[in-house]
């Protein structure tokens, strides 16, 4: 079992950045493939960020790379978002998910474990 808890999130200026935490329980967290996800009003949740168990392998949406990092802290048992040159469209709500498999996936359905969000907001 693994709970995940969000924060960091918040209102932005474009061209700003914000980081993202998920603080996790459970000791088993190093095992765990880690995602972030984010979901915009009026649409699906998508796929923003994913990082393997020891944050070896990374994997990024076309939407957000160069400009977002995911990373993990296993002693910490913390999963990160390094936002950068933030943009109005990603303004939505960021959610942490945990999966237990070998491989990192942007399919929301490999994840059992999720965060309750936290809103970030880029204004224009």
């Known amino acids: 079992q693994v709970q995940l808890v969000e924060s960091g999130g918040g209102l932005v200026q474009a061209g700003g950045s914000l980081r993202l935490s998920c603080a996790a329980s459970g000791r088993t967290f190093s095992s765990y493939v880690m995602a972030w996800f984010r979901q915009a009003p009026g649409k699906e949740r998508e796929f923003v960020a994913s990082t393997s168990s020891r944050g070896i392998i990374t994997s990024n949406a076309d939407s957000v790379k160069g400009r977002f990092t995911i990373s993990r802290d296993n002693a910490k048992n913390t999963v990160y978002l390094q936002m950068n040159s933030l943009k109005p469209e990603d303004t939505a709500v960021y959610y942490c998910?945990?999966?237990?498999?070998?491989?990192?996936?942007?399919?929301?359905?490999?994840?059992?474990?999720w965060g309750q969000g936290t809103q970030v907001t880029v204004s224009s």
């Open positions: 998910a945990a999966g237990a498999m070998l491989r990192i996936s942007q399919e929301e359905r490999n994840y059992g474990y």
